[in-house]
């Protein structure tokens, strides 16, 4: 079940630079390049000559050169030109609509028409100042709806990151889950307790003791199609947690935007958004690398998790409370999925 | 056809030591694991919570812990407990009866309640003094049957084992295969011949000329569902072969056990018991490397055999005289195999 | 749509010397031996017996023994013996014809009765003096016909072998396709141009001035079932090209055999019989490596090719006039293949 009329990230921009870059998104194998003036554009990765993928070919003065015959595709997915041959009959490729912000670029798989660049959120750690970002790219052989369940539930931190960012207080305090509009936001708060190994790192980069007693939240927050931003920190006790003054906590956004490329596994950007050291690259390395390790852990189990759910396809999974956000998450997609079906793809409201 | 109220061996004691261990058996994905008295059991591989496998987590305390979000299961495959959960209601997995009996964990994998510990035969040399035991196992991308024709027809030596075990003579001596009750047995004899090289070393090893002429036996006993013992031995000429007073004979059991994995794949526990140096580790080891190397020209053999009966799937194969004992052994799985499926699991009688 | 009553390369010669050799041809499986007067033979690669492999077994005396129980097939495919059984009621093994000729093993997978060693055409570089041939083998993941496409469309030299044989005036030049009989021709004519790597190392061996203008041309010859013959070469320009005399041309046939192996697999015998310095080994070497790594641009265009094609099974390619010779050569199999469906034959004309 994936949802085509969103933008989802394709890749970095660095990705597309002089030679052709091929990706499957949504099973639709796509060519990422970029025309005459820069802009990337996409379009279906099979050449109409004799459907060699063209993404063997190389871009030539903002056009997509066939490896194969030399067959040309202009930025729009149109035949340019070919040696020989008269193309203006010839039939073009669909162009799948592409846009370049917040560090990546966003594909638009499904209604052409339909893509509005307004429809991506503006995301407060890209767009203000004050936030640095650092991230990485793993492949997942998983429904791209198991690392949303995952991301919804962080109760899994507590035996997946036993060793970095689990904690016993994690389980021990209840989730609050609720559907505001088109998010899902389920939030847990843990106050006056020891910080784990990855915030004592965090707190020290930033100045605080590491030993000081805080207060830690995480709230999780879902959007459609497949995007969980997560608002994380610790603030020494008693000032407000994630309300308290900047001085005395260490805050970050998890970025997670997951890209399906088929429908037992996806691409998933990961990444974090700290508002702490913002200049220090060595923290951007330091931070990607422990967060690198520990989203390790998921995807592990995450693919354990498919291959016995493939084993086991009749068998009926437990909901708990704690399973409230990845429920009404993938209930919010199960309502959009069955309005895209039904033609509905511009006026869905959930 | 695999018969499913039989015990099978799954694995060796000391592969469930303190975790959780994981194996697919008649296609059914099980973890092993030890309760808080130190008895094996086994469940289901699926975490009844969000269906990841079980044998990723721990055991603590005599109980099975969830590596994702830390279900606890008991070790009757009841829910016993999970942090901020009311577990009552919760489903049980399903339990496997085990027995940890002769150096083997065994498993039932057929109605619970049908598993009787005393249908386990009692090997004489796993019960009796007087015989020392090594082995190994083997992962066979095979149907366990063509293992079985494999064992009851040990014609193959002279070309399968050609330097280790075989010789001309055994091809040259009918065998004799009989049902008796629900056992088959495969004989063969081949009075006053040289020993082949593995029997040399063993005479070599017991004390005996490796020159000196022979009776040399081999008698193959099928047992549902799938266990193969191999009398096998050489005695000086002349003494009465397999009835031959002990001083002047040497003596074995091969033992095999063949636990389907799938229709098509099966796990091979082979060894030998041995009456001769038994307390002597180095010879334990001689010998089970000597036999891991025979029995590895099998395994190529079978699966090769298997990817070619796959590609002729139409094909009807011979049946000769030697082949009786794999014959009457696929007869015999075939009626208990029917009866099964007719429910009649209780009273089978061959 | 594989042709059954055809000659085709399965092998060479030195592949089959005292040892069976196995290889799947338009899905069947074979196995190749030498019966005792070393002619070379091919039957089912299955034991009657208990379905392995016979390849794994071995050759004694011209007959093939089963390395599993020793059943000794005869050079016909009829059961020769077997220890301690009497054969003659045994089924015989299905034999395919073979025929040894112009340095390869040839295979008549179709109806025995119509393999008609005349059938195979007499190729002028394997039968004239004045002619040296070297080549290799490539198993290609992708359809035969792919191959034939390719080689039947040399327009692609310019893109995939950019920087050996390929040259921008090869699109620049027309090509001309005929059927003429059972033959499909295609040819471009490019005169007056600079010779590309290749043609100048040619050149140079044959003592010639690689920095001379020449006339180059390709006559790319398609024969049922699949066999593409290229007449390629340069001459000085003004020569007359392929008509011009040997002192100042330098010319070779490309050699193409292709083999099915599935549907989507084939076997590719590629090598090139070349008219100069035909007594040096060294120049042998030198091409078969140059050929060789060209071949190997095509083979990894070609696979990425068929991935491509599974992926978009609905799709409709374009047929261009640089793409006639493989859409005659195509619509020539499906004639032939149509006869074959409909039992015809012995008497196919196109």
Redesign the interface.
Known sequence: MMLKNYWYVACRPEDVVDRPFARIILEQ?MVFFRDAQGQVTAVE??C??????LS??FVDNGEL??????LRLAADGSVAS????RVHS??CNRRFPTLERFGFVWVWPGDSDAADPDALPAFEWATQPGWAYGGGLYHVRADYRLMI?NLM?L??E???HASSIGQPEI??Q?VRTKVIDDTVVTSRFMDNVQAPPFWRMAMQQRGLDPDARVDRWQVCRFHAPSHVMIDVGVALVGHGGPEAPSAVKTQAVVVDFMTPETATSHWYFWGMARTWAVDDASVTETVRDGQGAIFAEDL??LE??Q???D??PA?K??M????AGGVQSRRMIQKLWDAEQQGDTESVHV
């Open positions: 194998p990765d099979f109409p000559h004799r459907g060699a993928p063997l070919g050169v066939c490896g194969y015959h030399g070919m040696p020989k041959q010839f039939p369940d539930d109760t899994h507590t035996y997946v389980d021990e209840p592990a189990i354990a998790q291959c016995s759910l084993r086991h068998r999974l437990l708990l409370d704690i399973d």
